[in-house]
């Protein structure tokens, strides 16, 4: 009942934020974020949505790669966008990694390994980030106590996203770990994979930055850096509305922590949903695509491992 309910009560959960902070904090700061948004953010980013996607794409494609699967960049793009702006558009902010896994996994006559190369790939980002996070987090100042609900979100997301993957994988635990060390562990891909993984991350930081600039924010890049590595672990929470909800929550509060004020918190974050959105927008091209990549057919019934993903 409860994996039933689970979808809906997140997306409650996730609403049920949005209003929290429509009540305490007003629409000003919405409709501002939606006024602030301009030509030339809008351009960037298209740019800084290009570099995140294409690194994406290819970390996709060495991990696939890595388990046997053909996958080329020139399919992988197409698809990865595809996915960002499913991700976007839908509740849950998985369903696009969900079919571009399902739909790979078909058509390279593997579904099982088709959706761990999704898994692994978006799990392996999610290292890179946690890794530079603590970084950032340990280089500031120990009595700094704005970094005090920054680590508590982090904690809550590494949590969330630990617990998450094994309870995936639990039951084939020697099927993954095997082809883990393959598709991410090997000395071919992990060099890959971790610079690949930097330079997305950087990318999204670098979005953030815009967002806060249009937004009005100008505090020094050395003080929001902190805020901004955070806040990417916090959307990855599966608590969302296309990535809305715990976002907002999470720059409110750690701008009002840090003295910036929660309103421009929370208008950077609208900001940057607009600009990730925007950023996603050339997978409206790739919608309705076949690909046309040849490999093998095997007939597997996607049903289970969708919801399970899903979930």
């Not at 290819?58 to 790669?65: G, L, S, T």
């Not at 978006?122 to 890794?131: E, K, S, T």
């Amino acid at each position: 009942m409860v994996r039933r309910l689970w979808p809906w009560l997140r997306l409650l959960l996730a609403c049920g934020i949005l209003l929290a902070l429509l009540v305490r904090l007003g629409a000003g700061a919405f409709v501002d974020g939606l006024r602030a948004v301009d030509l030339g953010s809008l351009v960037a980013a298209l740019g800084i949505g290009l570099v995140t996607t294409l690194c994406g794409a290819a970390r996709w494609c060495v991990v696939a790669r890595g388990l046997g699967l053909p996958l080329s960049l020139g399919t992988a793009v197409p698809d990865y966008y595809r996915a960002l702006l499913l991700n976007a558009v839908l509740p849950a902010g998985v369903l696009g990694d969900v079919h571009r896994a399902v739909s790979h996994g078909q058509r390279a006559g593997d579904l099982g390994r088709g959706i761990r190369a999704v898994v692994f790939e978006r799990f392996a980002g999610q290292v890179v980030l946690i890794a530079i996070a603590l970084v950032v987090i340990l280089a500031q100042p120990p009595l700094d106590l704005t970094l005090d609900p920054a680590a508590a979100i982090t904690v809550l997301a590494i949590v969330i996203g630990l617990a998450g993957f094994a309870g995936l994988w639990r039951k084939r635990a020697a099927t993954v770990w095997a082809d883990a060390r393959a598709g991410l562990l090997s000395r071919r891909a992990f060099p890959s994979v971790a610079l690949l993984s930097t330079v997305a991350v950087a990318g999204h930081l670098a979005l953030l930055f815009v967002a806060a600039r249009v937004s009005g924010t100008d505090a020094p890049a050395g003080r929001l850096l902190p805020l901004f590595v955070v806040a990417l672990l916090v959307m990855a929470i599966p608590v969302n509305v296309g990535g809305w909800g715990p976002r907002e929550a999470f720059l409110a509060a750690a701008f009002g922590a840090a003295g910036l004020g929660a309103a421009h918190g929370l208008t950077t974050a609208v900001v940057y949903g607009v600009l990730a959105l925007v950023a996603s927008l050339p997978g409206a091209l790739f919608l309705f695509r076949k690909n046309g990549e040849v490999v093998r057919e095997r007939g597997h019934q996607p049903g289970e491992q969708v919801l399970a993903l899903a979930r």
